[in-house]
């Protein structure tokens, strides 16, 4: 993976808001309090006591009152434990060969996470650390960018479905398949944290990297790794190049190719079922 590990989380991460659930958090609350104002109550309670009495499920439409973004982040601390330079299941399979990285989020917007919602009840946690060792650290921070803010870098642009902000740190030509590993990684660790929302977001922007033919093997070699044989979402965009580029699959990367289907035996018959289709 491209980058060094950083922490994603600071002060402007911290401060940034989840526009969606902001937004939704706030305007219900506000249209409840609008609603029924505190005159409107007073009067109701008076004339309509008898009602109330007599229609027992009128207290179940009362909408909830919803917490506000702030209070996620009066939340407690949790530190989650990853690994610098390695782990996720890169390239070449590894899972190690880095150091120890402390990371820190709020246990609140974590528990979005049906994951880790269920951790939490666990008396183990009660130490408020998670070992996540063995995933990569740029790619936990993508998920908690994603958490704090809705999105991870780099985002789409406005109006553009199929192109990404540039990120002066890595090549328009994604050579080693280094940026299509990034999102796929996101992709797979969404899938382990329940989180369908970031799945999504990771597959569509997938679609939006220009790779090479190596860089599509590496990205292929990941996804038959580390992905269900039915999980088409991920899978479809290393059947769609075949199909369409195999021409250049042969021309640049016909070694890596002979690997990959060594490898992963059942690539082969994908590969020319592709093509053939």
Not at 26 to 55: F, K, L, Q, R
Not at 81 to 97: I, K, M, N, P
Not at 124 to 152: A, M
Not at 211 to 222: N, P
Request: aromatic share 8%; net charge negative.
């Amino acid at each position: 993976m491209a980058g060094t590990a950083q922490v994603p989380i600071n002060d402007e991460a911290a401060a940034a808001v989840d526009s969606s659930a902001v937004s939704d958090d706030v305007n219900m609350a506000e249209a409840a309090a609008v609603a029924a104002g505190p005159d409107d109550e007073a009067e109701g309670g008076a004339e309509d006591g008898d009602g109330a009495a007599e229609n027992g499920d009128a207290a179940a439409t009362i909408a909830p009152v919803h917490k506000g973004f702030a209070s996620y982040l009066t939340s407690p601390i949790v530190t989650l434990l990853v690994t610098s330079g390695g782990g996720g299941g890169g390239e070449d399979g590894d899972t190690g060969g880095g150091d120890d990285t402390r990371l820190t989020a709020h246990q609140a917007l974590l528990a979005r996470s049906p994951y880790f919602a269920e951790l939490f009840t666990d008396d183990e946690t009660q130490t408020r650390t998670v070992d996540l060792r063995k995933e990569n650290v740029d790619v936990v921070g993508c998920f908690l960018e994603f958490l704090y803010t809705g999105d991870y870098f780099p985002r789409k642009l406005p109006g553009h479905a199929h192109q990404l902000e540039t990120d002066p740190s890595v090549p328009v030509v994604d050579e080693t398949g280094a940026q299509l590993l990034k999102h796929a990684q996101v992709y797979t660790l969404a899938q382990a944290f329940e989180m369908p929302a970031l799945q999504t977001l990771a597959s569509s922007k997938i679609h939006c990297v220009n790779s090479t033919a190596k860089g599509e093997i590496a990205y292929a070699r990941y996804v038959y790794a580390y992905t269900a044989p039915d999980d088409t979402t991920v899978r479809h965009p290393v059947a769609k190049f075949w199909a369409t580029r195999s021409h250049t699959l042969r021309a640049e990367a016909e070694k890596e190719f002979q690997a990959l289907c060594l490898e992963f035996p059942h690539a082969r018959k994908r590969a020319r079922g592709s093509i053939v289709s």
